[in-house]
């Protein structure tokens, strides 16, 4: 087989994050393929929109022009005692008369420090020594809604939000011993190796949560978070152990608070463990997996975890910063029929279908079947791959394209699968291919499915089964190793592994024995 990157259908642990399952040194990997799966994506537009939506990020907007022309500051750039209650009244967590209660005022506190850690208000002091707050650059086109600015700030808060959330997780109890450590070199060690910890699993979550959104249907987007433990925790094909269900729960607790901060921002939508599971007897801990399996209502108190559009932007803003690739959705489906094709073809983390779908959508039937059609030709490495991806795009454009498909019935290369497709549509007045352009098709409809498959070896017997060896496989494969195609050794190789009857295999790797020795 030609080596190349293939899209394969690729499983959870060889897309983002493999080397560590792997086990890959460090010197690997430039050599190893990290493949992050396509996310679809509102416009820009509707995703700043969304973001001005988020209770925190709007505050700091309403703060920020509330500073305005100037507001006196303490000297730490915090909001003087006498404004606090006005704050929190103006964002409307307080009523507007009586008293305001304290965490009312916290929580303005909250959104100003975010306003000042965006720019959104900068931070002075005038000629009399006093401190003060206006009105940031950015506050204007933010407020008025351009994408590039607002989308820019809340990367930045769910940046701010993502690490405070690591470190709120990393902070010793109080009353412990750690909590005195700051003169402890020990114990300052102990804390960073704990944030350490904390981020490498809040990012080894977003990962995941990233990864199965990508492939969830419409509205299933929603992952329990028993679920996403257990993908963190259980090793992929077993079962989880008394002792792995013990790691699930830990891994449940640990996330728990990191991923209500992150909901704030509107990264993620998320409900928080039922703090009543854990009010249980002494010793006795809350079941994450169990031999009963839980009712819906029964499984959301463990929690329910859902990324959100803004979460998938922000995750793959920073996959990109970190040099990752990590594509669109029709990034691959914006040129001809022949780059789509192509792109298709050599992309490792790419979802065909989707891609085909977005170029063939609005298309006049007949003159995409011709382009595409024509971009499918060639005895190249990808060839056979593309003549799929082409009938496959055709079945998308439906009966609209018959009549461009019937120009190609002679042609040696298309006619075999344009046949196969008009009889699949429902025509009854296909003609019968010649022999020579059958056996091609074969040849080629196989190699496809092996270039494509990945090697999965059950989905290649299923095909094998399927080939048209009738009890004389020696004659059959007499003509099949003759056809003049670059992968029909390939072809008969794997037959010959994979056949079942020891007959039929014995015949095969002849063949590709022969196929071998004319070229």
């Avoid at 730490?76 to 009586?98: N, Y």
């Avoid at 607790?253 to 703090?275: K, S």
């Avoid at 795009?393 to 040696?412: K, M, S, T, Y």
């Avoid at 399927?466 to 670059?486: I, N, Q, S």
Wanted: overall charge negative.
């Amino acid at each position: 087989m030609a080596e190349a990157v293939l899209p394969a259908d690729m499983e959870l642990q060889d897309l983002y994050g493999a080397f560590a399952a792997h086990g890959l040194d460090e010197e690997d990997l430039d050599d190893a393929a990290v493949l992050v799966p396509p996310v679809k994506l509102p416009a820009e537009q509707e995703l700043a929109e969304q973001a001005k939506a988020v209770p925190m990020f709007g505050y700091a907007l309403t703060l920020a022009r509330w500073a305005a022309p100037h507001r006196a500051v303490d000297e730490f750039g915090d909001l003087v005692e006498a404004d606090r209650a006005p704050a929190a009244r103006l964002l409307g967590l307080a009523p507007a008369e009586g008293e305001v209660p304290e965490e009312a005022e916290v929580e303005a506190l909250r959104a100003w420090s975010l306003a000042c850690d965006l720019d959104l208000v900068e931070l002075g002091t005038t000629a009399e020594d006093e401190h003060v707050a206006v009105p940031g650059p950015d506050l204007e086109p933010a407020e008025q809604g351009d994408p590039e600015t607002v989308l820019e700030l809340w990367l930045t808060a769910a940046g701010i939000v993502r690490e405070l959330a690591v470190e709120a997780d990393s902070m010793p109890e109080e009353g412990t011993e750690e909590a005195t450590a700051e003169e402890d070199e020990d114990g300052l060690n102990e804390v960073e190796e704990a944030r350490d910890e904390a981020a490498e699993l809040l990012d080894e979550a977003l990962q995941v949560l990233y990864e199965t959104t990508a492939f969830a249907d419409p509205g299933n987007e929603t992952v329990p978070l028993g679920v996403l433990a257990a993908l963190l925790v259980v090793p992929e094909g077993e079962e989880p152990s008394e002792e792995l269900l013990g790691d699930i729960t830990d891994v449940m607790v640990a996330l728990d608070p990191m991923l209500g901060d992150l909901a704030e921002l509107g990264l993620l939508e998320y409900r928080p463990i039922d703090p009543e599971l854990f009010d249980e007897e002494e010793g006795e801990e809350p079941a994450v997996v169990g031999e009963e399996p839980l009712d819906e209502e029964e499984s959301a108190r463990f929690g329910l975890v859902r990324l959100t559009p803004l979460g998938q932007y922000g995750i793959r803003q920073w996959l990109l910063e970190d040099g990752y690739d990590a594509p669109l959705v029709g990034e691959l489906a914006q040129g001809d029929a022949a780059e789509l094709l192509r792109g298709v073809c050599e992309s490792a983390n790419v979802l065909p279908e989707e891609e085909l779908r977005v170029w063939t959508a609005g298309r006049e039937p007949v003159a995409a079947a011709r382009e595409l059609l024509a971009a499918a030709r060639g005895d190249d490495a990808y060839g056979p791959l593309r003549r799929m991806l082409c009938v496959s795009a055709l079945d998308l454009l439906g009966p609209g394209a018959e009549p461009a498909v019937r120009e190609v019935l002679d042609d040696p290369e298309l006619g075999g699968a344009g046949r196969a497709w008009l009889t699949a549509q429902g025509a009854t007045d296909v003609p019968v291919p010649p022999r020579t352009m059958t056996l091609w098709t074969v040849v080629d409809t196989f190699a496809a499915q092996l270039l494509d498959s990945g090697g999965d070896a059950a989905l290649l017997r299923e095909l094998v089964a399927d080939l048209p060896v009738k009890g004389d496989p020696a004659t059959w494969f007499g003509e099949l190793w003759r056809v003049d195609h670059p992968y029909t050794a390939d072809v008969l190789e794997a037959i010959g592994e994979l056949h079942l009857d020891r007959a039929v295999a014995k015949e095969a790797r002849k063949a590709a024995f022969k196929a071998r020795s004319r070229k």
